[in-house]
Nanobody
């Protein structure tokens, strides 16, 4: 049973920073594509950042230069470092893991709330 547990959300002022963490258990972490998605009220869930098993990364245009995704295979953890946060970054952030042939196996964490407000 694959489980993803996120942590690190909270309230931060505009311009501040947060680091989200997501621990995967129950499977071989290093083989999974890992992603961070977010969903704001009334909006669709969107991919914020992703990292392949080989370490290649991709980012949504709205967060390029501000957010950094990384992974620690030994700790089976993926991180999202968020700097220069803006009010429009407010959302529930979800950790995602995809693996298996054609990345057909998909798993989600429970989500962690990020609020950017003064």
């Amino acid at each position: 049973q694959v489980q993803l547990v996120e942590s690190g959300g909270g309230l931060v002022q505009p311009g501040g920073s947060l680091r989200l963490s997501c621990v995967l258990s129950g499977s071989i972490f290093r083989s999974y594509f890992m992603g961070w998605y977010r969903q704001a009220p009334g909006k669709q869930r969107e991919l914020v950042a992703g990292i392949t098993s080989g370490g290649s990364t991709n980012y949504a245009d709205s967060v390029k230069g501000r957010f950094t995704i990384s992974r620690d295979n030994a700790k089976t953890t993926v991180y999202l470092q968020m700097n220069s946060l803006k009010p429009e970054d407010t959302a529930v952030y979800y950790c995602n893991a995809e693996g298996g042939p054609l990345r057909a196996l998909k798993y989600w964490g429970q989500g962690t709330q990020v609020n950017v407000s003064s």
